[in-house]
Structures are given as structure tokens and as C-alpha cells.
T-cell receptor
Framework: DTGVSQDPRHKITKRGQNVTFRCDPI?????LYWYRQTLGQGPEFLTY????????KSRLLSDRFSAERPKGSFSTLEIQRTEQGDSAMYLC?????????????FGPGTRLTVL | GENVEQHPSTLSVQEGDSAVIKCTYS??????FPWYKQELGKRPQLIID?????GEKKDQRIAVTLNKTAKHFSLHITETQPEDSAVYFC????????????FGAGTRLAVHP
């Protein structure tokens, strides 16, 4: 499968624990996005990387959230001191930065449940 | 702030009928409008998109129309089939250069045999 992959697919954790998710984009894609999707809603933008630089963060991304893309390839999203309100599907998407090419391709997501 | 509204939230049609989903956006600088299909438990899949220099785009049974003046765009599915049943999301590219997408809340389409 040459699409976007995410790991783990499911994560159950207790409130207060830290969790980390990984996203591997399509290999030639230099743009990487994280979105969060709650039940019955569309994805909401969290943060954006171009290569290894984090260029935009949503106000939804509190201080407990941190994302990295150290070598401009895979990315990690860490949530510290998880809260029940963090329960959601975390989606990663990738794309290329050509002026006329805007498509974003999504991974299967990591479903987080905070007990 | 940037916002995309999508209607209806649920849509039920008989197999073979047409389905239309409508979205409005608030950012007049938006210039790219994709539609995603999400089946239960699966990733959102891009099915069609349109750029602001085009008023209509068609791909087999699906088409998208864009009215920039009114800031709305629509998805049209003709000759619906049971496998079209899914949640459909519209989105608009936010202005500012980083391509983030602002999504609507989704439309759950049910196609009955």
C-alpha cells in the first residue's frame, strides 16, 4: 500500500496518560497535515508541516499537544495528560506543494479513546 | 472566521435517483473545493474537486458546480447505487497559502435498493 499510513489504528488510554501517534505520508509528498474528527463532524485542522517546518497551528492545538516532523518524512503527534475531550479520530493527510495541485490524501486515522 | 456549511445532514434516496448536496463557504478568497466520501470506519477519500476558475466539473456519475458570486458549491450524484451510501464532506481551501481545508459537517447519504 503506497498511501498514507498511520499507527496505531486504535489507542485506549486512561485520563492523564501521554499518547503518541505516527503518520507516514506518501513518499514524495512534502506537505503533511493533522486533523481531528469527532463523531458526526467533519475533520478539523490541527497543524501543518512543509518538509520539517511546522508552519501553522490551529488554536485547537493546546499546550498539551505537540507535533514534529524531524526529517521531513514521517510525523508524530503527542498528547500529554490526556483528557476525555481528546477522544476522537486523529487523521493525517499529505500533499505536494505545487501551485496548481492542492489535493490532500488521508490516512486511515488513529482512533483515540480516553477513559 | 472561516466556515463551511453543508446541507442536508442526511439524505435518503431510491436506487437510480439523483442526490444533491449543497455547501456554502465564508472565505471569498477560497479557490479550491474538494469533496470527500467516507465509508464507515474508513479514511476520507477524495472523489472530485473543483477550482475557482471553473464553474462545473464532471466525472462519470458525479459532478460538482461552483458559484463564486454566491459562495456556494454543490455535489450531484446521478443514477445512485447502494455503494454510494456513505458520509460525504465538502471542504474549502482556506486562504493564506498553506492549503488547510475547512470541512462541512457532512451529509449521510443512504441509497435504498
Amino acid at each position: 500500500d503506497t498511501g498514507v499510513s498511520q499507527d496505531p489504528r486504535h489507542k485506549i488510554t486512561k485520563r492523564g496518560q501521554n499518547v503518541t501517534f505516527r503518520c507516514d505520508p506518501i513518499s514524495e509528498h512534502n506537505r503533511l497535515y493533522w486533523y481531528r474528527q469527532t463523531l458526526g463532524q467533519g475533520p478539523e485542522f490541527l497543524t501543518y508541516f512543509q518538509n520539517e517546518a511546522q508552519l501553522e497551528k490551529s488554536r485547537l492545538l493546546s499546550d498539551r499537544f505537540s507535533a514534529e516532523r524531524p526529517k521531513g518524512s514521517f510525523s508524530t503527534l503527542e498528547i500529554q495528560r490526556t483528557e476525555q475531550g481528546d477522544s476522537a479520530m486523529y487523521l493525517c493527510a499529505s500533499g505536494v506543494s505545487l501551485a496548481s495541485y492542492n489535493e490532500q490524501f488521508f490516512g486511515p486515522g488513529t482512533r483515540l479513546t480516553v477513559l | 472566521g472561516e466556515n463551511v456549511e453543508q446541507h442536508p445532514s442526511t439524505l435518503s434516496v431510491q436506487e437510480g435517483d439523483s442526490a444533491v448536496i449543497k455547501c456554502t463557504y465564508s472565505d471569498s478568497a477560497s479557490n479550491y473545493f474538494p469533496w470527500y466520501k467516507q465509508e464507515l470506519g474508513k479514511r476520507p477519500q477524495l472523489i472530485i474537486d473543483i477550482r475557482s476558475n471553473v464553474g462545473e466539473k464532471k466525472d462519470q456519475r458525479i459532478a460538482v458546480t461552483l458559484n463564486k458570486t454566491a459562495k456556494h458549491f454543490s455535489l450531484h450524484i446521478t443514477e445512485t447505487q447502494p455503494e454510494d451510501s456513505a458520509v460525504y464532506f465538502c471542504a474549502a481551501r482556506a486562504s493564506g497559502g498553506y492549503n488547510k481545508l475547512i470541512f462541512g459537517a457532512g451529509t449521510r447519504l443512504a441509497v435504498h435498493p
